[in-house]
């Protein structure tokens, strides 16, 4: 299959759109109209990104190895985080460290909270294709799994629905063949889903239809014609590196005083460009240590 580089435009787009969002967040409380408005719009970043994850779950014939790598990389971001946590932020009991570093309920390591949904999703398309061996019946638990998300959107909490829902939905859209039967402008797409957020937005109303609408729309408008590169690879490729090195870099600034609270996208860009060094500087350690 050719490699579709608008995707991976896209998920670089939602992992610096994570610091956009955590800004606003942790830092900068937005107080204009456009700011609150681009948070909304940013809001789509998560469901964006399980629709693209579940979508190369569909057909990819690694899913438990992938999984184990990612179990790994989830502990020992959560590890590093707890411990710069006790060792800078707050005190916890050794015990007390231990049990947040192996909670895998919404709770635990905050904002690591992404990672674990994408682990049991995983876990569930790895009991999937082992217990159902035809690909033509392997959509069944995914179905299921929409209807399920559907009916109790109430109860689920917001995270485990968003990873159920979105996730079986890019399941789905690659195992039907849907992306490449789906013709339109991507541009007019694009202008719509922006459209449904100014009239109807709500930042993280991740349980509302237009929410559903926007990303599958936004996610869809990326099989509309073709670019020849990603001018964000960096990101692509560091999505989760991104994540994990920002939550100290955020934290360092709030704990220093670095960042000035009404200055938003000033915060954004210091916030981004030294994440971004870090994680040049880690790359090319690596590429080194090998040569």
Same mark, same amino acid.
């Given at each position: 299959?050719?490699?579709?580089?608008?995707?991976?435009?896209?998920? /670089?787009?939602? #992992?610096i759109? +994570?610091?956009?969002? &955590?800004? /606003?967040? !942790? +830092?900068? *409380?937005?107080?204009?109209a456009?700011?609150?408005?681009?948070?909304?719009?940013?809001s789509?970043?998560?469901?964006? =990104?399980?629709?693209?994850?579940?979508? =190369?779950?569909?057909?990819?014939?690694?899913?438990?190895?992938?999984?184990?790598?990612?179990?790994?990389?989830?502990?020992?971001?959560?590890?590093?985080?707890?411990? !710069?946590?006790?060792?800078?932020?707050?005190?916890?009991?050794?015990?007390?460290?231990?049990?947040? +570093?192996?909670?895998f309920? =919404?709770?635990? @390591? /905050?904002?690591?909270? !992404?990672?674990?949904?994408?682990?049991?999703?995983?876990?569930?398309?790895? @009991?999937? &294709?082992?217990?159902?061996?035809?690909?033509?019946?392997?959509?069944?638990? *995914?179905?299921?799994?929409?209807?399920?998300?559907?009916?109790? !959107?109430?109860t689920?909490?917001?995270?485990?629905?968003?990873?159920?829902?979105f $996730?079986?939905?890019?399941?789905?859209?690659?195992?039907?063949? %849907?992306?490449?039967? +789906?013709?339109?402008?991507s541009?007019?797409?694009?202008?719509?889903? $922006?459209?449904?957020?100014?009239? =109807?937005?709500?930042?993280?109303?991740? &349980? #509302?239809?237009?929410?559903?609408?926007?990303?599958?729309?936004?996610?869809?408008? #990326?099989?509309?014609?073709?670019?020849?590169?990603? *001018?964000?690879?960096?990101?692509?490729?560091?999505?989760l590196?991104?994540?994990?090195? &920002?939550?100290? %870099?955020?934290?360092?600034?709030?704990?220093?005083?670095?960042? %000035?609270?009404?200055?938003? %996208?000033?915060?954004?860009?210091?916030?981004?460009?030294?994440?971004?060094?870090?994680?040049? /500087?880690?790359?090319?350690?690596?590429?080194?240590?090998?040569?």
């Open positions: 299959m050719e490699r579709n580089y608008k995707l991976d435009l896209y998920k /670089g787009i939602a #992992a759109g +994570v610091l956009w969002i &955590h800004v /606003g967040t !942790f +830092v900068s *409380p937005t107080d204009t456009f700011l609150n408005y681009t948070r909304e719009l940013a789509l970043i998560v469901p964006i =990104f399980f629709i693209i994850s579940g979508y =190369f779950l569909a057909n990819s014939k690694n899913v438990l190895p992938g999984t184990i790598k990612l179990l790994k990389t989830y502990f020992i971001m959560a590890i590093c985080t707890i411990v !710069f946590y006790q060792l800078f932020i707050g005190t916890y009991s050794v015990l007390e460290m231990i049990k947040r +570093v192996f909670d309920s =919404f709770g635990g @390591v /905050g904002y690591l909270w !992404f990672i674990k949904m994408l682990i049991y999703y995983r876990l569930i398309i790895v @009991v999937n &294709h082992s217990l159902i061996k035809k690909k033509e019946l392997q959509i069944i638990i *995914p179905i299921l799994c929409i209807i399920f998300s559907i009916l109790n !959107f109430y689920l909490g917001p995270n485990l629905y968003v990873s159920l829902l $996730c079986s939905t890019g399941y789905l859209l690659q195992r039907l063949n %849907v992306v490449y039967n +789906v013709r339109f402008n541009w007019l797409g694009l202008i719509f889903v $922006c459209l449904i957020y100014l009239i =109807f937005g709500s930042e993280y109303n991740t &349980h #509302a239809v237009y929410t559903f609408i926007a990303a599958l729309i936004t996610f869809l408008t #990326a099989f509309q014609g073709s670019i020849k590169s990603n *001018p964000l690879e960096f990101y692509s490729r560091n999505s590196n991104l994540l994990f090195v &920002h939550y100290f %870099v955020l934290n360092t600034f709030l704990l220093l005083d670095v960042f %000035v609270k009404e200055w938003y %996208v000033f915060n954004y860009i210091i916030l981004l460009v030294t994440s971004s060094l870090i994680l040049y /500087g880690y790359e090319t350690i690596v590429k080194l240590a090998k040569e």
